[in-house]
């Protein structure tokens, strides 16, 4: 069922211009008739006057009087970029050896910029992606958890609301100057088929030739296979990014192939064709274009999970050629860290997630049952091991507004700062509304 919702824009004349925002679900396609979550990520689109760039109202009636105040953020200028990559939310990451290969091989392969959204991390990646981003490779997003989930898992009050809305709001932030953009997480990367074929910039390649390919395409669907993947013994692992090398990746020398077919997938879109995505699926297309699966065989994403020591059903790789384009990128971009290079970081930690990856193999055997909804999943599994890391929480604070029977949050005094303990973010307080309780 629609949510009725109006937009409220001042006019030369000092009058409201009233209009009846189109309300649709991010999900409307895949999901909508079988939904049973409890949360659904929603997009709005509604005309406004044409000066009202730096404030507007929102309301479920159409009163004036009973609508909020918005501020929308304002677009960044930008270049055009050919591929722009966006990262899901980072919380709890404290893993910053695979986080220089994600950023590394996405930019040697032919992405410009990458979004990170943050929610925690420990400080070394933190400073790491803040060198990145002073490089203009990364940009950091804050993303604050939701307040009103009463949940205390961080996957739960991550993944429920974030992985969705934080793509869609990463894809509109990035529509302006973005041609196509590829959503994944830092640990998932699309490579060539056989990575002796890697050379600089073949993402774009292999993207645009699909995408002449299917003309009618909004967006495309691969499929990603799991990887043979083993960071540096950490008892020996070097602690500067000096000492850092790309040489643990000849290590891996199986992936899964593509006889076996795997439910998760990763996209890619062409910006200007679609209103809403995720990782695993797009929702809104414009225009009449649609999502197009890429065959395996054709391209696929490399999963380079932490915790895949082995993989099934598994093909011969050479990882050689990547490693080395890696190294002489980074000893290339090395010296511009200046002192940071020197500077002891933590160790990289991916214990604490084995009893998470071990929660999600049992959802995922349920999901092949039928009996569960593939929405239980991040509210059940969290990590248990605690984390002596420093880390930087993204906080904020929320303003409500009752509007007729309904609620609307804002975001407020954003900002990055010392995490709570165990590398959390905190759960952001209400700190203003206009009714006597909220929602």
Not at 89 to 116: F, H, N, Q, R, S
Not at 139 to 157: F, Q
Not at 274 to 302: K, L, W
């Amino acid at each position: 069922m629609e949510h009725p919702l109006y937009c409220f824009s001042k006019q030369p004349d000092n009058r409201y211009l009233v209009s009846h925002a189109t309300v649709q679900r991010i999900h409307r396609g895949k999901r909508a008739a079988s939904d049973i979550c409890s949360w659904a990520g929603h997009i709005a689109e509604c005309e406004l006057e044409v000066h009202a760039f730096k404030e507007f109202r929102i309301g479920t009636t159409p009163e004036v009087e009973d609508s909020m105040r918005i501020t929308p953020e304002q677009a960044l200028k930008e270049p055009r970029h050919d591929l722009v990559v966006c990262m899901a939310p980072m919380y709890i990451y404290t893993d910053w050896e695979t986080l220089l290969v994600g950023i590394e091989t996405w930019i040697a392969l032919g992405a410009t910029k990458i979004v990170v959204p943050v929610q925690s991390t420990s400080t070394s990646c933190y400073k790491i992606l803040k060198e990145y981003e002073k490089k203009g490779l990364v940009i950091i997003r804050p993303w604050p958890k939701w307040p009103v989930l009463s949940d205390s898992n961080p996957n739960g009050l991550v993944l429920s609301r974030g992985i969705e809305e934080s793509h869609v709001n990463c894809l509109f932030f990035a529509k302006p100057w973005a041609n196509m953009i590829a959503f994944s997480d830092i640990d998932d990367i699309l490579l060539p088929t056989d990575p002796v074929n890697i050379k600089a910039g073949i993402n774009v390649d292999i993207l645009k030739t699909i995408f002449a390919e299917h003309p009618q395409a909004g967006s495309l669907l691969f499929e990603h296979r799991d990887v043979q993947f083993q960071l540096p013994d950490q008892d020996n692992a070097p602690n500067t990014l000096a000492k850092f090398n790309f040489d643990f990746l000849t290590k891996s020398k199986h992936k899964m192939n593509c006889n076996v077919w795997r439910m998760k997938t990763r996209v890619v879109v062409n910006a200007s064709r679609v209103d809403s995505v995720n990782m695993h699926e797009t929702g809104i297309h414009r225009f009449g274009y649609v999502q197009t699966r890429v065959p395996c065989r054709q391209a696929h994403f490399y999963h380079l999970r932490h915790s895949h020591h082995t993989v099934s059903n598994p093909v011969n790789i050479d990882m050689s050629i990547l490693a080395a384009t890696l190294n002489r990128q980074w000893y290339s971009r090395l010296e511009s860290f200046k002192d940071f290079k020197n500077v002891a970081l933590n160790k990289s930690s991916t214990e604490s997630f084995e009893d998470f990856d071990r929660c999600m193999g049992a959802i995922n055997d349920e999901h092949w049952t039928l009996h569960v909804s593939r929405c239980l999943t991040p509210h059940v599994c969290f990590s248990r091991l605690k984390r002596d890391v420093d880390c930087i929480g993204s906080r904020a604070e929320y303003d409500f507004f009752r509007s007729g029977a309904g609620y609307f949050l804002q975001t407020t005094n954003v900002t990055m700062t010392t995490s709570d303990p165990n590398c959390e973010a905190p759960v952001p307080q209400l700190v203003s509304g206009n009714h006597y309780f909220a929602p």
